[in-house]
C-alpha cells in the first residue's frame, strides 16, 4: 500500500485547540451500515452499544513529561522522556538533538534536577538524572503536559493537566492521552454499567510509537516501536468468554489484539503490532475514536477496522459537518456488525 492512500484534505481551522467545557458534549459520528452517518452527542454512546457488549478502556495516565533546562553554554535545552532504562537513565527526544554529545551536562529547575548524555540510540538520547528525592515528584514539579504539536493551547498547565487526561486514567506511564477516552465522564461510565455493558480495562502506555510519522512510501516498510501493555485477569477472562468487545481507542485495539496472539496472558507484556488494511481481527469488532492525522498508523488502524473506503467517507462526512478533528477534537464510533 502506498502512503498517499491515507492522506486527507483538513481545512486547519477544523483542529481543535482546546477541550469543549464538558467532555461528553463532543459530537460523535456514527457510522451505519453502506456509507450513511448519525450526527450525535458523545452522551448518546451507552444507547448505541447493547446489554452484555464488552468496552474496554486504556487507563494509562499521562505524565508531565516534557523537561525545559539549559545546557552548560547557557542554550536552552528540551526533553522528552520516552522510557524509563532504569539506573535513572532515560531515553529521549531533545531540542536541540545535534548539539548535544555524550558528556553534554543539562540543568533544570535551578538545578533541582540535573542530566549528563550518556549515549544515543537511533534518533534519540539516552540521559542520566540526578536528583533528590523521588524522580516522579521533581518530574511533577518540573515537567509539563507534551500537547501535540498542532496544539496552541492557552491553557494553564493545571488547566491542561486535568483536561488531557481521562477520568478514569490510574497507571502512570504515557507521554499522550489515549483521546478516544477523554470524551467520557461519571455520568456516561455510570450509564453504561446501569445498562448491562461491562466495562473493562487494560493499560496501553501511550509512547513515541503510537504518534512516530512514518516516513516510508510503502506502508508495510514502516516498522512500529515497541510499547508496554498490561492485561489485567478479569479483562482477559471477560474476552475469552466470546463477548463483543468494543475498544476506546486506537491503543486499546493494539493491546487487545497482541494480547490475543498469546492467548491472552495475563500480564505485562511488549508490543509492536501495526495494523493496517488487511489485518485479521480476533478480538475487537467494534471502535470509538478520534478524527487522526493523515498518512498516521492511527488512521491506518482505523481503516483496517471499518473499510478503507467507508472510513475515508466518513472523514469527508466529518470535514463537511465541521467536526472538530484531532487530539482535542470529536469521535465517531465504528459498531459491531449485529446480526
Excluded at 24 to 46: C, K, N, Q, T, W
Excluded at 99 to 119: I, M, P, S
Excluded at 280 to 300: I, Q, Y
Amino acid at each position: 500500500m502506498r502512503l498517499s492512500e491515507f492522506d486527507y484534505e483538513l481545512p486547519p481551522e477544523l483542529i481543535a485547540q482546546e477541550p469543549l467545557p464538558e467532555r461528553d458534549g463532543s459530537r460523535l459520528l456514527h457510522m451505519l451500515p453502506g456509507r450513511r452517518f448519525e450526527h450525535l452527542l458523545f452522551a448518546a454512546l451507552p444507547n448505541l452499544l447493547e446489554p452484555g457488549d464488552v468496552l474496554v478502556l486504556n487507563d494509562t495516565k499521562v505524565f508531565p513529561a516534557r523537561l525545559t533546562g539549559a545546557r552548560a553554554s547557557g542554550g536552552r535545552v528540551e526533553l522528552l522522556l520516552l522510557e524509563d532504562c532504569g539506573d535513572a537513565r532515560w531515553r529521549v527526544l531533545a531540542k536541540p538533538a545535534r548539539k548535544l554529545r555524550a558528556g553534554a551536562q543539562l540543568t533544570f529547575g535551578d538545578g533541582r534536577l540535573v542530566a549528563e548524555v550518556v549515549g544515543a540510540d537511533t534518533d534519540r538520547l539516552v540521559v542520566r538524572f540526578e536528583h533528590d528525592g523521588a524522580f516522579a515528584d521533581v518530574i511533577d514539579a518540573l515537567g509539563t503536559t507534551p500537547l501535540p504539536p498542532y496544539i496552541r493551547s492557552s491553557e494553564s498547565e493545571p488547566a491542561i493537566r486535568d483536561r488531557y487526561q481521562t477520568v478514569y486514567a490510574t497507571d502512570r506511564g504515557s507521554i499522550a492521552a489515549p483521546t478516544a477516552g477523554l470524551h467520557f465522564t461519571e455520568d456516561v461510565l455510570k450509564r453504561l454499567v446501569e445498562r448491562d455493558i461491562d466495562v473493562a480495562r487494560l493499560t496501553l502506555h501511550v509512547g513515541y510509537a503510537t504518534f512516530e510519522p512514518i516516513r516510508t512510501d510503502i506502508v508495510e516498510e514502516h516498522a512500529m516501536g515497541v510499547e508496554h501493555f498490561h492485561v489485567p485477569r478479569e479483562t482477559a477472562e471477560l474476552v475469552r468468554a466470546g463477548r463483543t468487545v468494543i475498544a476506546v481507542g486506537t491503543t486499546s485495539v493494539r493491546a487487545l489484539e497482541s494480547a490475543a496472539r498469546i492467548d491472552f496472558s495475563p500480564g505485562w507484556h511488549e508490543t509492536d503490532l501495526f495494523i493496517t488494511p488487511g489485518f485479521e481481527f480476533r478480538v475487537v469488532s467494534g471502535l470509538v475514536t478520534n478524527f487522526h492525522l493523515p498518512k498516521s498508523s492511527l488512521l491506518m488502524l482505523v481503516s483496517a477496522l471499518g473499510g478503507t473506503d467507508r472510513v475515508r467517507a466518513a472523514y469527508g462526512e466529518a470535514v463537511k459537518e465541521r467536526y472538530r478533528f484531532y487530539s482535542y477534537g470529536d469521535c465517531m464510533l465504528l459498531p459491531p456488525p449485529r446480526l
